[in-house]
């Protein structure tokens, strides 16, 4: 059984080490997440401190999904604080440990991070994601569209840039 539910910062910081885990294992398992060293752990740790820390500041909110009480999968949902942004929110770090994958996990939490958003006022979501990535076809059955691409975006772990495809959503009456 799967359990989905948000973290404040004061609920996510004793479970650090569960979240960078999480982001080990898919960096690990070659995910195009922003790192490109799966034992750098320092800088994922790094990465998760800051993320608890805009999680304190009303920045982003945290999903996590729990199967059989431990962290198997996170999404982000980022909101902009600008004025001219608003009405928008931006999904990062949709992940699922490799453990944990093929079970419907990310569909759930992007179907809950969608809510979020909504609930927060949010009209339109974009997210990016490595070009040619299962996670395009994921976003394309839940009626994300494609704004466009862009070549040499990052790196991945083999060392190679690979393009990143730019998505959105429009939310209508969630």
Known sequence: MIDIEPLSAT???????ALCDV????????????????DDRAAIERFWQDKIY??????NQ??????????????????????????RAEIS????HPR???QGIAR??????EQLAAQQG??????????GDVATDLYLSMDWQIAGSIPLYAESTEGVLDATTVMFKVLRGL
């Open 11 to 17: 609920q996510a910081q004793p479970l650090l080490a």
């Open 23 to 38: 982001l080990q294992g898919c960096v690990a398992d070659g995910a195009s997440v922003g790192f490109i060293d799966a």
């Open 54 to 59: 805009s999680l304190a500041s009303g920045d």
């Open 62 to 87: 945290l999903l996590v999904a729990y199967q059989q009480g431990v962290i198997v999968a996170t999404v982000m949902v980022g909101f902009s604080a600008m004025p001219n942004g608003r009405h």
């Open 93 to 96: 770090k949709l992940l699922v």
């Open 100 to 102: 944990a994958r093929r």
């Open 108 to 113: 759930r939490l992007m179907q809950q991070a």
């Open 122 to 131: 949010k009209t339109l979501l974009v997210l990016d994601t490595r070009s």
